[in-house]
């Protein structure tokens, strides 16, 4: 449980007075106003004692006091480890005094690194999705979108080639596979194709032309089957050796 959380908990009855100071906060902060006065060249102990202090007049109160266990400066900001009851919080305050994060989080850890690759798709690294043992294709539009009208008939040209070879949900104006759409769809937009659950691309590649276009489709299709139909893909297979 997150250290929000646990103020949270503690004063319910005052969650709405938290929720004003905070916004109170990060207005103050936005006009550069410092809720902590004259701690320009302060050391970190004297700033973390200062947040400490606002933290436990202004936010949880005397009655459920934290105590400070411990201060070191990361990422140029203090850090503060500090105790509510049994359990133990990291918070930060910048040096200044400015701004307090009652709580952070290690981006590194949460952003995974995205692969592109042929077409400007994005590899998933998932397994390929399939149905009777084809992958599965999705095309996600609407008749109302310019950029899925130029799209669509170039991606019904290639599916055709590997009719025997590929399931093809075609969802132009439709709501079905709705879920596949929320996954893989970049805030909802249109067009959104998505190749076996392995490749997938939110937008039209009307920047290439239709022509490439037309071929990097056929060369990702190629790469899901195996190479099937040979004859199609053998056209394309120097565009098939180009997808990581």
């Not at 550069?32 to 970190?44: A, C, D, E, V």
């Not at 998933?124 to 979108?145: A, H, L, M, Q, R």
């Not at 009307?206 to 790469?223: P, Q, R, Y």
């Amino acid at each position: 449980m997150s250290y929000n959380s646990i103020v949270l908990s503690i004063k319910k009855n005052i969650l709405l007075t938290v929720i004003a100071i905070l916004l109170i906060l990060a207005v103050l902060a936005v006009a550069g106003y410092s809720i902590f006065k004259n701690l320009q060249g302060s050391s970190s102990k004297k700033v973390a004692e200062k947040a400490m202090l606002y933290i436990n007049q202004e936010i949880l109160g005397k009655a459920n006091a934290a105590s400070l266990v411990s201060v070191s400066e990361v990422a140029g900001v203090i850090k503060m480890d500090i105790k509510i009851g049994d359990q133990q919080y990291s918070s930060y305050v910048t040096k200044d005094g400015k701004i307090l994060f009652p709580e952070g989080y290690e981006m590194a850890e949460e952003i995974q690194e995205v692969s592109s690759t042929l077409g400007n798709f994005i590899d998933t690294g998932e397994e390929v999705c399939k149905e009777d043992g084809k992958p599965i294709i999705y095309f996600f539009g609407s008749n109302s979108c310019p950029h899925c009208l130029w799209e669509h008939p170039i991606f019904g040209e290639a599916v055709a080639k590997f009719k025997d070879f590929i399931s093809f949900h075609d969802n132009m104006d439709s709501s079905a596979d709705s879920e596949v759409f929320s996954e893989y769809s970049s805030q909802g937009a249109i067009p959104t194709l998505v190749l076996g659950c392995k490749y997938t691309r939110t937008g039209s590649g009307e920047s290439v032309g239709e022509s490439e276009e037309a071929k990097n489709l056929t060369a990702l299709f190629c790469k899901l089957t195996d190479g099937q139909p040979s004859d199609v893909c053998s056209s394309v297979q120097e565009l098939i050796n180009q997808i990581k």
